[in-house]
Each structure stands twice: as structure tokens, then as C-alpha cells.
Nanobody, 125 residues
């Protein structure tokens, strides 16, 4: 069983930066793929970024490429999402997730078996 706990959300202004954290327990981050997703009110859950277990493969949604960066702290077993140049359209609940198929960095929501509870990010204009 894998547990994920997100933190770092909050209310920011357009143009600000924010770093989300996802503390992983139950498995080493080296042995799972991890991804970040978001869900805005009334919309479907959207893929943002993923990294495979070995860390040599990353995958980004076109909508955030160049603005968002996924990274990991292996010693702390934590995954991060650095978000820059935030826009009001980035307002959503942000989730991290783990995929036991550690070799991949998939965009598919259904491939992730474990999910955190989410953290709210609100960007004001």
C-alpha cells in the first residue's frame, strides 16, 4: 500500500510561484512512478507531469511545459511540483499519484493506483 500526502497549496496572485510537495510512504519513490494532476471545478482530472521510478524519464502536459517542473528528493521520499508564472486558469485541486509500473511516466489517470487527498491552489488575477 502506498500513501501520498500533498501540501503547499494556497492562495497566490497571478505571476507568482508555488511549490507543491507530496510525501510518499509505503514504497520508495525509486520503485514507483509518480505524477501530478489537477481538477478544476466542473472539469475532468487533468494530467500535469510525471516521472518514472529511476528518474530518467519525465512527461509534461503541453499546457504546463516550461512553467511546471517535477522533481524528487530521494532521501525524503518526496515528490515536488514547482509551478511558476501561475495564472487564474491554474486554479484547481492538485493531486499526486503513484503508479506501480515504475518504468513508465504515463499521462493516463486510470494507470495510477494510489492518490493523495489533494491540495487547493487558487490564483487570483
Amino acid at each position: 500500500q502506498v500513501q501520498l500526502v500533498e501540501s503547499g497549496g494556497g492562495l497566490v496572485q497571478a505571476g507568482d510561484s508555488l511549490r507543491l510537495s507530496c510525501a510518499v510512504s509505503g514504497r520508495r519513490v525509486l520503485s514507483v512512478a509518480t505524477g501530478w494532476f489537477r481538477q478544476a471545478l466542473g472539469k475532468e482530472r487533468e494530467f500535469l507531469a510525471a516521472v518514472n521510478g529511476r528518474g530518467q524519464l519525465t512527461n509534461y502536459a503541453d499546457s504546463v511545459k516550461g512553467r511546471f517542473t517535477i522533481s524528487r528528493d530521494i532521501a525524503k521520499n518526496t515528490v515536488f511540483l514547482q509551478m511558476n508564472s501561475l495564472e487564474p486558469e491554474d486554479t484547481a485541486v492538485y493531486y499526486c499519484a503513484a503508479d506501480q509500473r515504475s518504468s513508465y511516466a504515463t499521462r493516463q489517470v486510470g494507470e495510477y493506483e494510489y492518490w493523495g487527498q489533494g491540495t487547493q491552489v487558487t490564483v487570483s488575477s
